[in-house]
Structure formats: structure tokens, C-alpha cells
């Protein structure tokens, strides 16, 4: 479907981690000319911090306050990624970062093995369906433990080294002529009939966490976004913590999830991760947690007890009540809104920019686009 069209020659977007870096380029590949405000350049956020799993499939069986499109959402984006991390590569002269899957999961409780069978079921049609593998799981991945209750292989599930996948869109970014880069606030301002878009046609918020907290010209005091667009006072904050220990010669060949825990290998490191804190703003990594974590992954392969820590951060994910982003324009005309993606920032990144690049410069929208616009959402459900 499509709305009203008008003219958008220039966009300000305000976030630059991958979401906001992903829509700029988008944008100004249609012509649109485009500024990015971020106050910390280069981005050192969520998507700096995440492990850069691409998993639809965990999204098939997800419980039941779950946005009810957030998967195939998440199955459309995972789709259009290797032709959007091959362009970025071409372009950048850097690596994308991307490798398909598999990826292996490992249930050691009832419950996770439960829902290993939703997942089954769900995607039993799908082209890349699950694979069980419970018998055979020391095979497939040597190095995770035997006692398994179940285990799925996922050819859906793949990863990026999305600290590669930045700099490579920094570099597309920054060798743009349609793109301007300014390290500071947006000098946005709010007036009786709308928002002034600090000098551009639009504004895209697409600030993570923070982007309730961005700050508006109001008169003569400054205001926060979320007071004038109450959705954005929805978006939780979700701290996490990780690990990286120095890649060994034993150690798993293929991303290992196991509940809450995973282990990403990198050509570089293998990060293992994470923590999920609600309500927590997270500055460093606590050592006892740390500890932890590299215990459990130990525990789940035990060969990695062989490989030295070189690295722990934490970070904030964006994230809403039904663990889906909000997309499109707000109650603001010519305010928009990429934000929330909670866990899926770097899968979701594709399809984003995708929709956002749609809607704002033809007016058009996918009914799978629409599912998550700010003004289609209960606020009170987000």
C-alpha cells in the first residue's frame, strides 16, 4: 500500500550503529541527502558490542507476547543477506563479515527441548528447515559435550562478524557524496505545528536505547523525544555482558546456542555470550559474571577451558515489550522511527533499511512493513 507522496530531498538521522548507518546508505542511494548525528564516532554501541548471530529460527517458537510477525520479519531479512553483505563488500573493499549457517543448538533442559520441537514444527515446510541431529550432535560439532536432550542443526542461522560489518558500511558512509557525518547532537526543534528537522525535510530516529532521550528545542528548555512521542518511552533498556577468549584449534567451528548461552566463533576470537539484564545501563563487565559465562561455556565445551580470555565488554540492547522494532513515521509528520530491534539489530539491519527507504522516499509500505509502524502499535502494548 502506499501514502500520501511528497518530496523528501533530505533526511537527518540520528544513531549511528548499524540500523542507522543501514537506512543512511539506503536513503542516499535513492538520492535523498543525508546526515548522520552521532556523538560518539565511530560507533562503539549495541551493535559494536553484539555477536552478530543471524537467527530467524529462534524467533519461530517464541513465546506468546511476542510481536506475532516478528519472525517472518526476521526470515525475510536473513534472506536478503548475503546479497546485501555481498554488495556492501564490493563497495567498501572491506569484508562483509558474513557467513551463512548452520548454526547448532543444544537443549540440555525439558524446557529447551520443548521448544526445539515447536521450532521443528513451525519450520517444517521451510526451505531451510531444522535439522535433529541429537544423535549425531558430537559429529556434527565435536566440541560440545554429549549429554544433550536435543539438538538442532539450523542452515536458517548464520552470523556476521558485525565489527567487520561496520566498517565496512563506515566506509561505504564516509566515501558517500550524499552522506555528511556530524559528531554531536541534531539541532532539532519543536515548534506548534510540528518538528523543525534541523534544516532537512525529515528526521529518522533510529538512536537504539536512547532514543526516548534525544534531545528537542523547545521553546527555551530543552525536552526529550519521549515527551513528545510517548512511544519512544517505551523502549526498555536490556544490559549484557560477554566475553571473547583467543581462538584454539579445538575449539567449535560453527555458532553453539544452548539457552541463554552461545559461542560464536570469529577468525579472530570466539565470543561468548550473554547476559540479559532488564533495566540495567551497562558500562563494563562485571569480572564474577565474566567468570560465569566462560564457566557455562566451558561446561558445554569443555575444550575451550584451553583458551585465554582476551577481551569483556558490556553493552544495552533496545528493546520493547513485544521484542519487535518500531518502524515508520510517528504522530510527528516527518519524524520517523527505526528503533527497539532488541536482539535482531544486525539480522534485522537488511530488511530496516529496506522498509525505511520505502516509505519515506516513495510512501510505500509492505503490509509486513506496516505490522510494526509506531501508529498501527498500541503503545500500551509495546
Known amino acids: 500500500m502506499s501514502i500520501p507522496k511528497r518530496t523528501v530531498q533530505s533526511v537527518a538521522v540520528i544513531g549511528g550503529g548499524i540500523i542507522g548507518l543501514s537506512c543512511a546508505l539506503a536513503l542516499a542511494d535513492r538520492g535523498v541527502r543525508v546526515t548522520i548525528y552521532d556523538i560518539n564516532w565511530p560507533p562503539r554501541g549495541a551493535s559494536w558490542a553484539a555477536a552478530g548471530m543471524l537467527a530467524p529460527a529462534f524467533e519461530a517458537a517464541a513465546d506468546p507476547d511476542t510481536h506475532p510477525d516478528l519472525f517472518r520479519l526476521c526470515d525475510v531479512s536473513a534472506q536478503l543477506w548475503p546479497d546485501w553483505a555481498a554488495r556492501l563488500q564490493v563497495r567498501s573493499g572491506l569484508p562483509s563479515g558474513y557467513l551463512p549457517g548452520p548454526s547448532l543448538a543444544v537443549a540440555t533442559t525439558r524446557a529447551d527441548a520443548e521448544m526445539f520441537r515447536r521450532v521443528e514444527t513451525i519450520l517444517s515446510d521451510h526451505p531451510l528447515a531444522p535439522i535433529d541431529c541429537t544423535s549425531t550432535v558430537h559429529e556434527v560439532e565435536p566440541a560440545v559435550t554429549r549429554d544433550a536432550r536435543a539438538a538442532l542443526l539450523l542452515p536458517s542461522d548464520g552470523q ?172 510527528i509528520p516527518g519524524l520517523f522511527a527505526a528503533t527497539g530491534h532488541y536482539r ?18 516513495e510512501g510505500r509500505v509492505t503490509d509486513l512493513g506496516a505490522a510494526f509502524a509506531p501508529k498501527l502499535r498500541d503503545v500500551e502494548q509495546v
Open 160 to 331: 556476521a562478524d558485525n565489527r567487520q560489518t561496520l566498517d565496512a558500511l563506515i566506509a561505504c558512509i564516509t566515501g558517500h557524496d550524499q552522506i555528511q557525518v556530524c559528531e554531536g547532537p541534531a539541532p532539532l526543534c519543536a515548534h506548534e505545528t510540528g518538528l523543525d528537522h534541523a534544516g532537512h525535510d525529515a528526521t529518522l530516529i533510529a538512536a537504539g536505547w536512547q532514543s526516548g532521550s534525544v534531545e528537542v528545542a523547545s521553546g527555551s528548555k530543552l525536552v526529550r523525544l519521549a515527551d513528545l512521542v510517548p512511544l519512544f518511552d517505551k523502549i526498555k533498556t536490556l544490559g549484557g555482558q560477554m566475553l571473547a577468549v583467543a581462538p584454539i584449534e579445538q575449539a567449535p567451528k560453527m555458532t553453539v546456542r544452548c539457552g541463554h548461552l552461545y559461542i560464536v566463533p570469529k577468525p579472530d576470537r570466539i565470543i561468548i555470550g550473554a547476559t540479559t539484564e532488564p533495566g540495567r545501563i551497562l558500562e563494563q563487565a562485571d569480572p564474577v559474571t565474566i567468570a560465569d559465562l566462560r564457566r557455562q561455556a566451558i561446561d558445554l565445551c569443555p575444550v575451550l577451558a584451553e583458551a585465554p580470555v582476551i577481551e569483556s565488554w558490556a553493552g544495552v540492547r533496545p528493546g520493547t515489550r513485544d521484542h519487535a522494532p518500531i518502524l515508520g513515521e510517528t504522530n
Open 344 to 361: 535482531n539489530g544486525i539480522l534485522l539491519a537488511p530488511i530496516t533499511a529496506k522498509i525505511v527507504a520505502d516509505l519515506i522516499v
